[in-house]
């Protein structure tokens, strides 16, 4: 059964601090997606990796960066994190670009 | 920007009834349609897709009706069942910079009451 796990359901840190939001899929997928979703807005495209060691951004790539370095893991870092950041986090793995597979989601609040 | 634009925002059908979600975008260039169903606590999972040279699509009891033309398509769900009660993404695929993407309307959220 297919697996994309993400390391917290749920998060609470202070303005400024530093975030890494981890995931990790075991079906030896070459794409890696993070996205947040809010409400009304939907999902909305934050950086995506079609490799390791590579990395491209989304549409609303500012204020986060991301790393990959093994194939099954990656990772959403917020530098300096902000309120307007709090939201719901998905990461998604596919090696079809359409048939994507998320994880339950990190529910990340920042005060 | 919102490429897709999705609609209505939420939806309550009685049990048996047929549940519509409507999605229309303007970029020609997407190839792929896929929509996506999101239970409470979950993330989404792939429900049904379907090219543009396809009309419709039906699996089980979820249907799409793509119209080119208008650039609109939509999910269908008949004898609609409380199991059903989620939130519908629809999505569209396209390629940007030389990578494809899934652009994702705000969402649904159906109630399919007893």
């Known amino acids: 059964d297919v697996k994309v796990t993400q390391s917290s359901r749920y998060l609470v840190k202070r303005t400024g601090e530093k975030v890494f939001l981890e995931c990790v899929q075991d079906?030896?997928?070459?794409?890696m997606f993070w996205y947040r979703q809010d409400p009304g807005l939907g999902l909305r495209l934050i950086y995506f990796?079609?490799?390791?060691?590579?990395?491209e951004k989304g549409d609303i790539p500012e204020g986060y960066s991301v790393s990959r370095e093994k194939k099954e893991r990656f990772s959403l870092i917020l530098e300096s994190a902000s309120t307007n950041q709090t939201s719901m986090y998905l990461c998604?793995?596919?090696?079809?670009?359409?048939?994507?597979?998320f994880g339950p989601g990190t529910r990340l609040t920042v005060t | 920007q919102q490429q897709v634009k999705q609609s209505p925002q939420s939806l309550i059908v009685q049990k048996g009834g047929i549940s519509i979600i409507n999605c229309a975008y303007e970029?020609?260039?997407?190839?792929?349609f896929p929509w996506y169903q999101q239970f409470p606590g979950k993330g989404p999972a792939l429900l049904i897709a379907?090219?543009?040279?396809?009309s419709e699509k039906k699996e089980g009891r979820f249907t799409i009706s793509f119209n080119k033309s208008a650039k609109q398509f939509s999910l269908h769900i008949m004898d609609s069942q409380p199991g059903d009660s989620a939130t519908y993404f629809c999505?569209?695929?396209?390629?940007?910079?030389?990578?494809?993407?899934?652009?994702f309307g705000a969402g649904t959220r159906l109630a399919v009451h007893p």
């Open positions: 998604a793995s596919s090696r079809l670009q359409y048939e994507q597979y």
């Open positions: 079906m030896d997928h070459e794409n």
């Open positions: 990796s079609y490799d390791v060691k590579m990395k």
């Open positions: 970029n020609t260039a997407f190839d792929y």
């Open positions: 379907i090219r543009p040279d396809v």
């Open positions: 999505a569209a695929s396209s390629v940007s910079g030389g990578y494809n993407k899934l652009i």
